[in-house]
């Protein structure tokens, strides 16, 4: 069984950074497309950012500028660092799989506010 631990989020205030990270507990990373997904409350969870096992990466047009999606193979990681953040950017973060998910990890919550 797989399992996701995300963390890195916290409160910060408008225009600040946040890098998040994601540990996979096995060493298979390397085979699959993995996405960073968040949910805000009472909304949808929604991807917002992906990687390919080539690191080619994609975006939502809401994110597309600031945040950067990143992988590391070999420490079965998987990064967020998230610049430019806006009180709209206020939602429990995931990882998972693009397609075929794993179980979900318990998130870690980002708060942007002033």
């Known amino acids: 069984q797989v399992q996701l631990v995300e963390s890195g989020g916290g409160l910060v205030q408008p225009g600040g950074s946040l890098r998040l990270s994601c540990v996979v507990s096995?060493?298979?990373?390397?085979?699959?497309?993995m996405g960073w997904y968040r949910q805000a409350p009472g909304k949808q969870r929604d991807l917002v950012a992906s990687?390919?096992?080539?690191?080619?990466?994609n975006y939502a047009e809401s994110v597309k500028g600031r945040f950067t999606i990143s992988r590391d193979n070999a420490k079965n990681m998987v990064y967020l660092q998230m610049n430019s953040l806006k009180p709209e950017d206020t939602a429990v973060y995931y990882c998972?799989?693009?397609?075929?998910?794993?179980?979900w990890g318990q998130g870690t919550q980002v708060t942007v506010s002033s």
């Open positions: 998972n799989r693009v397609y075929l998910k794993w179980p």
């Open positions: 096995r060493s298979i990373l390397s085979d699959y497309g």
């Open positions: 990687i390919d096992t080539s690191s080619r990466t």
